[in-house]
């Protein structure tokens, strides 16, 4: 059974910082794009950011660019994503995916991926 599991939501002021983990069990996810988007209440899941399956190529939607980083460790079949000066607005439930086939580019489409975790909630206050 394939698991992705994420970690490391919570609540923070504005101005503060998280680090999502997504740590992936059942097989290895080190040849996979992986990729990090999130929901709000009342809205549709939106697309945050994607790492490819080495890590040498990263994107992110314009609302977190120079505020997010994701990154992987494939030793621990982790990914990570940073985030700093988070907002109000980013709260959400933040979800971890990974593409179902190796070796392809990450995807900035939810339907791009095949496997995704339970989410962990961030909530920012103002």
């Known amino acids: 059974q394939v698991l992705l599991v994420e970690s490391g939501g919570g609540w923070v002021q504005a101005g503060g910082s998280l680090r999502l983990s997504c740590a992936a069990s059942g097989r290895t996810f080190s040849t996979n794009a992986m990729g990090w988007f999130r929901q709000a209440p009342g809205k549709e899941r939106e697309f945050v950011a994607a790492i490819s399956w080495g890590g040498g190529s990263t994107s992110y939607a314009d609302s977190v660019k120079g505020r997010f980083t994701t990154s992987r460790d494939n030793a621990k079949n982790t990914v990570y994503l940073q985030m700093n000066s988070l907002k109000p607005e980013d709260t959400a439930v933040y979800y971890c995916?990974?593409?179902?086939?190796?070796?392809?580019?990450?995807?900035?489409?939810?339907?791009?991926?095949?496997?995704w975790g339970q989410g962990t909630q961030v909530t920012v206050s103002s």
């Open positions: 995916a990974a593409r179902s086939t190796p070796y392809t580019y990450s995807s900035s489409l939810p339907i791009g991926y095949a496997y």
